[in-house]
């Protein structure tokens, strides 16, 4: 390929935005003057090169957009410390049909059990697969709500939370929700039924809901709405930040200490 040649082609690979083509094809046509490769696989490579940088560089801006706190894998996870939880229902999960399908995910659980991780996990799943998700705390989540609704910006806040195809709600009952954010919960709950995703994790059982919305009706709507297409997993074990600390010899020597 003549200079000239090289030059106007790797102009039109700017022009389509094909920068990974741009950066590779000096160096994969030097392999095919090699012998090394034919010009059929330098095209092959660049293709499909490029398709895979494209779709890295989706996940990752997904990845932002979805504002996770932290990023946990599927893989990291230690199903060995937690026995209570179907490894095989995981999986399953993992391949995104319910999201396909508009369903919910429910983690339950004492804190420290893995459910947050198991969320992330998912999502990212998620995202690799291609869908838009989003993530928030349930406090932080009531709170952009009620600002909304004070500055009459409801309706564009719950359309901002529609549009992700999955949206993860983390750390339901942790803190009381007064009957007005427990309202606006339940719109959003509404909205999203039967039509968006949602992963929610909770250290209550859903017969404490009443006490954490404040209002057993509002409660009841709620999980009426959750539950109809879900899949629940309640998560019975120790909390992994205590192993550390007994692993580390803390919690003894605390424990220890408030005898004396």
């Not at 003549?2 to 741009?22: D, N, P």
């Not at 919910?104 to 998700?133: C, D, E």
């Not at 983390?170 to 992963?199: H, T, W």
Request: proline share 2%; aromatic share 8%.
């Amino acid at each position: 390929m003549s200079a000239a040649v090289m030059e106007q082609t790797l102009e039109h690979l700017k022009s389509l935005r094909l920068y990974k083509m741009v950066e590779r094809l000096e160096g994969l046509l030097d392999e095919a003057a090699k012998g090394e490769w034919s010009y059929a696989d330098v095209v092959s490579r660049l293709v499909e090169e490029q398709a895979l940088a494209r779709r890295d560089k989706g996940i990752a801006m997904r990845t932002a957009v979805a504002r996770f706190p932290y990023l946990k894998t599927l893989e990291s996870f230690d199903f060995k410390f937690q026995p209570s939880v179907d490894q095989k229902r995981i999986k399953e999960l993992a391949l995104c049909h319910f999201i396909e399908h508009g369903e919910n995910v429910i983690f339950l659980g004492p804190p420290g059990v893995g459910k947050t991780h198991l969320a992330i996990s998912l999502a990212i799943k998620a995202i690799q697969a291609g869908y838009r998700v989003l993530f928030s705390s349930a406090q932080n989540l009531l709170t952009n709500l009620s600002k909304a609704h004070q500055e009459g910006r409801l309706e564009e806040k719950l359309k901002q939370y529609g549009m992700a195809k999955l949206l993860v709600i983390d750390e339901i009952g942790y803190i009381p929700i007064e009957r007005s954010g427990a309202n606006l919960f339940f719109q959003l709950v509404s909205r999203r039924y039967e039509k968006g995703a949602m992963i929610l994790t909770s250290n209550q059982s859903f017969t404490k809901w009443g006490e954490v919305f404040g209002d057993p009706v509002i409660a009841t709507a709620i999980l009426d709405r959750l539950l109809h297409h879900s899949t629940v997993l309640n998560i019975k074990g120790e909390s992994y930040r205590l192993r550390e600390k007994k692993k580390a010899g803390f919690w003894e020597e605390k424990a220890e200490k408030e005898e004396a």
